[in-house]
């Protein structure tokens, strides 16, 4: 491949109409601005060290996010898939594309392809480099288990789909159907989020716990998973509060949910109590989107002084602001009423005119969740039972016995029974072993 034919080929990208958003990308433009060199009187030196400049780049990166074989391959598949456009928002919400919307996507993906198509190693030659074998046959350093994710058999399908091209049309359907199943943007790439700065985050290194790693519990995970069956089937679900004793899985639980429905296009936004004022921008962002999100609280309560709670009231009841109906929100709390109650409330002589409406007030926001659920430290043959089938999933021999011996005095020194002492116990035999 010639100077010329890089040059015509990059230079389609500028035609860009839905994907235009990718020209922004800095290593992209990067690329393009070493190509456009090639006709300009540029140093061989300089020219080089803008290649090595790219390749370390992408080394980087490529073993951050664990690419396997072409680099910039994958590179710029992330790109598409990240890109948040007008096609790829209207794929998310399963809308039947027709029209203009589909032939512009059309087009840009067969000037995409031809770009996915480029070699690096075709640039090198033209400078005068040696050619290198990492660039279409990079393998990171870690294993590759570490980066299996909600979407990662999918991904790799799509990559397929790309390095064999055979009709740009149906690789567009696949494409489509992707951002339908995963969503658009950096929805498409985490399952986690928090909310910062006005931005939803994503969480790379999410919670990866399973339902299969939380014994016992289980009328209480069943009402989870049926709640959460129903939202992500358009069915009526409820907001749910989790409350009882400290340890005992209420927030492993909703981030076992996540684990389990990820793949069906439940997504999580953690938002912490002094971020109540933002629910508004936070809803916004969220209700014309084509997934299901669950806003997750943990360890939710206020002090009798705090007032924010009333954000998240009025949203939920149905103030001016409506809670979309792709959106949930759960949360986890060791008080039953999450609002401080002191005796003084019950009391005549406390000055307050109508003693039972001030009572209400502080009771209402938990009632505003319709489903609440009750986790309590389990008796001790209970926490017997999490001893051992932790013990069994991690390959613990100890006689049954000594091991009931051992989980009885561990809970009696350390925190009491609950799901939490019992995987500590389990954490501190392994590191006996």
Not at 65 to 74: A, D, K, M, R, V
Request: net charge neutral.
């Amino acid at each position: 491949m010639d100077s010329l034919a890089i040059i015509d080929s990059f230079s389609k990208l500028n035609k860009l109409l839905i994907y235009r958003g990718i020209l922004a990308d800095k290593l992209l433009q990067k690329v393009r601005n070493l190509i456009s060199k090639l006709k300009k009187e540029a140093t061989i030196e300089a020219l080089q060290r803008d290649y090595y400049d790219i390749l370390a780049e992408l080394i980087e990166i490529g073993e951050r996010e664990g690419y396997q074989n072409g680099l910039w391959q994958n590179y710029l598949l992330n790109l598409i898939i990240k890109d948040k456009n007008s096609f790829s928002l209207a794929c998310e919400r399963d809308k039947n594309l027709q029209g203009s919307i589909y032939q512009l996507a059309l087009n840009d993906l067969q000037i995409l392809t031809e770009i996915h198509s480029f070699n690096l190693n075709h640039l090198g030659r033209l400078l005068k480099v040696e050619e290198e074998s990492f660039i279409t046959a990079f393998s990171p350093s870690n294993s590759n288990e570490e980066y299996q994710n909600h979407y990662q058999k999918r991904l790799a399908e799509l990559k397929q789909d790309f390095n064999n091209v055979s009709s740009v049309e149906n690789l567009l359907k696949k494409l489509s159907s992707y951002y339908r199943d995963f969503g658009a943007g950096k929805l498409a790439y985490y399952k986690a989020f928090r909310w910062e700065e006005s931005s939803l985050i994503g969480i790379k290194n999410s919670d990866p716990i399973t339902f299969a790693e939380l014994i016992g519990y289980e009328n209480q995970k069943e009402k989870l998973i049926k709640n959460t069956e129903a939202f992500l089937k358009n069915k009526p679900a409820n907001n749910v509060l989790l409350y009882g004793d400290s340890g005992t899985g209420k927030s492993s639980s909703i981030k076992a949910l996540l684990n389990r429905y990820a793949t069906e296009g439940l997504r999580l936004i953690e938002l912490a109590k002094y971020q109540m004022k933002e629910l508004p921008k936070i809803l916004e962002v969220l209700k014309d989107r084509g997934l299901y999100f669950i806003i997750f609280m943990d360890d939710l309560s206020f002090e009798d002084f705090e007032t924010d709670y009333k954000y998240m009231k009025a949203i939920i009841e149905g103030g001016v602001e409506v809670k979309p109906n792709n959106v949930l929100f759960y949360a986890t709390s060791n008080r039953r009423h999450l609002i401080k109650e002191k005796w003084s409330d019950r009391d005549q002589e406390s000055g307050e005119i109508h003693l039972s409406d001030a009572i209400q007030e502080k009771i209402s926001l938990a009632s505003r969740f319709g489903i609440t659920i009750s986790y309590e430290s389990p008796q001790q043959k209970g926490y017997l039972r999490i001893v051992k089938e932790l013990a069994k999933q991690n390959n613990i021999t100890l006689p049954v016995e000594e091991l009931k011996e051992r989980a009885i005095q561990w809970e009696m020194w350390n925190n009491g029974r609950s799901g939490r002492t019992a995987q500590q116990f389990i954490d501190y035999l392994l590191g006996e072993l």
